[in-house]
């Protein structure tokens, strides 16, 4: 790894730990959140999915496909980002799911 590609997944590293973090919550509060925990660490998960898939595709256009002409590169690049954003919209609406969802009142 070079160090360009180190230093482009610094600024992306807060944002992976804070959603790491959510799915630890989410399983922490499993217990009595149940449904809401659920879809909230699905939807952490989902987004901590997208990062790790963010800095693969820039590692693999990056690195990987030097010998590539650019054009195929975009092409790739493009790819990446439809699933990226297809696993953040997902992550998106399952955690406002987890918020706005209906919840059942605990029984007395």
């Keep these: 790894m070079t160090l360009g590609f180190l230093m482009s997944i610094v600024p992306r590293l807060p944002m992976l730990i804070l959603y790491l973090l959510g799915v630890a919550l989410a399983i ?25 898939l963010g800095i693969a595709s820039q590692y693999w256009v990056m690195i990987a496909m030097g010998d590539v002409p650019l054009s195929t590169r975009g092409t790739t ?32």
């Design 28 to 52: 922490g509060y499993a217990s009595t959140l149940r449904g809401a925990a659920t879809c909230a660490g699905a939807g952490f998960g989902c987004l901590a999915l997208g990062y790790v």
């Design 77 to 108: 690049l493009a790819l990446f980002s439809l699933v990226i954003t297809a696993v953040s919209l997902v992550g998106t609406v399952l955690l406002m799911i987890a918020i706005f969802g209906r919840r059942t009142p605990p029984a007395a």
